[in-house]
C-alpha cells in the first residue's frame, strides 16, 4: 500500500489545495462511523480548547481539531472527507452558514483513491525505444555513450517529470526537453486526435472518440503509479536490451547506512545500481555498485564457478581503471549469483 501521509496530502491538495485537518488523536472522543470518501460535513465551533484547537461537533460527535485562531464559539466550517483510514482526516472548503452547495472529490484525488488501494511494487521502466544500447563491432564499446543512453532512457521515463517542469521554471531545462516525456506525449497525441475529429463529417459524428482529460488521465495511470511506487520504495527497475537480443535489467535504489570493508558504518543512506544479464557463455551475472562517504564498493557475481573466477583475476585490472578516472574503490567482492 502506498504511505498514508502522502496519500492524503496528495488528496488534499487536489481538492483546490484545501489543507487536510486530522482530529487530534490524544483528545479525539469520536469514533470513524458514519462517514464516507469525499463526503461534505458541517462542523459547528462549540469552543476554543488552547491557541488554534477546538472543540467541534461533527456528525453529533465531538472532535479536537487545529482550525484558523479567527473562529469563535457558533461559527460553522465545511469540511470534506479526504481520508478514512487509518486516520480520519478532513479538508477545510471554507466558513460558511449554512453550508454551500456539496461538491464532488476531483478526478485527481478519486484516481488516488484508487491507486492507494494497489500494492506497492517496483517502478518499471522500458526503453524509451526498443534500441539496443550498442551495436556488436570488434571495437571496443563506447562506455560513454552507453550510459549516456542509460542516463536518457531513464530521464525521459516521466518519473521525473515534476522536478523537470521545475527546472524548466528556472531554466535549466528547455521546452524541447520537457516536451519529449511521456505526460507530454499523451497530450500531444490526445490534441492530434481530437483535430482530426473535428474534420470529420457531422454526420459521423456519432463515432468520434470522446477526448477530454479524464481519459488522458486514465492512460497516463500506470505512470503516476509508478511514481507513487518510485517514491515510497526508493527504486525503480529499466528493462531494456544491451545489444541485439541480450536483455538487460538495471536497478538503481537507496540503501539504509553499510558498513564498508574496513568496519565503518557508511554516514547517512547511500545509492545503489545494479546491472543484470544472462549471456551466453557466462551465464547469469550482476554488477552492483555502492556509492557511499568512503567510496566506491564493487559487488560481482556469476552463477558459474569460471566465471567467478574470471571476475576475480580481473577485480584488480577493474579498479585500477577506475582509480586512473579518480574513482576511489573501497572493496570488491566476488559472490554466487542469487537469483532475485
Known amino acids: ?25 490524544d483528545k479525539d472522543t469520536s469514533g470513524k462511523g458514519g462517514f464516507e470518501l469525499g463526503q461534505k460535513v458541517q462542523g459547528t465551533i462549540q469552543s476554543q480548547v ?54 464532488n472529490l476531483s478526478n485527481t484525488s478519486l484516481l488516488l483513491s484508487a491507486l492507494s488501494q494497489k500494492p506497492q511494487e517496483k517502478a518499471y521502466v522500458s526503453a524509451i525505444r526498443n ?3 550498442m551495436t556488436i563491432t570488434t571495437a571496443p ?39 519529449q516525456e511521456p505526460q507530454n506525449l499523451v497530450a500531444q497525441a490526445t490534441r492530434a486526435t481530437a483535430d482530426g475529429s473535428r474534420n470529420v463529417d457531422a454526420g459521423a459524428s456519432g463515432s468520434r472518440q470522446d477526448i477530454s482529460s479524464t481519459n488522458i488521465s486514465n492512460q497516463l495511470q500506470p505512470l503516476v503509479q509508478q511514481q507513487l511506487n518510485a517514491l515510497e520504495t526508493r527504486q525503480v ?23 564498508n570493508a574496513l568496519g565503518y558504518e557508511e554516514s547517512g543512506k547511500q545509492w545503489a545500481t545494479q546491472v543484470r544479464l544472462d549471456l551466453p557463455n557466462l551465464g547469469e551475472v550482476a554488477a552492483m555498485l555502492r556509492f557511499g562517504s568512503h567510496g566506491l564498493s564493487i559487488t560481482l557475481d556469476a552463477s558459474g564457478d569460471s566465471t567467478r573466477a574470471l571476475f576475480g583475476a580481473a577485480s584488480s585490472q577493474l579498479t585500477a581503471a577506475l582509480a586512473e578516472r579518480g574513482i576511489t574503490v573501497s572493496s570488491t567482492l566476488v559472490a554466487p549469483h542469487v537469483k532475485t
Not at 237 to 259: T, V
Open 141 to 179: 564499446p563506447d562506455t560513454t555513450a552507453i550510459a549516456d543512453k542509460l542516463q536518457d532512457s531513464l530521464s525521459k521515463s516521466g518519473l521525473f517529470y515534476e522536478s523537470h517542469q521545475a527546472q524548466w521554471l528556472s531554466g535549466s531545462r528547455s521546452t524541447a526537453q520537457l516536451l
Open 237 to 259: 527497475l529499466w528493462h531494456g536490451l544491451a545489444w541485439p537480443n541480450q536483455r538487460m535489467d538495471w536497478e538503481i535504489h537507496e540503501e539504509s547506512p553499510r558498513k
Open 1 to 25: 500500500m502506498l504511505p498514508t501521509d502522502v496519500l492524503n496530502t496528495l488528496r488534499a491538495l487536489s481538492l483546490n489545495e484545501r489543507t487536510p485537518i486530522t482530529p487530534l488523536p
Open 50 to 103: 488552547e491557541s488554534g484547537v477546538f472543540k467541534v461537533r461533527v456528525l453529533e460527535q465531538m472532535m479536537h481539531m487545529q482550525l484558523p485562531e479567527n473562529l469563535k464559539s457558533g461559527d460553522v466550517v465545511e469540511l470534506q472527507v479526504v481520508s478514512i483510514q487509518p486516520r480520519l482526516t478532513f479538508s477545510l472548503a471554507a466558513l460558511s452558514n449554512p453550508l454551500s452547495a456539496p461538491e
Open 131 to 133: 534500441e539496443p544500447l
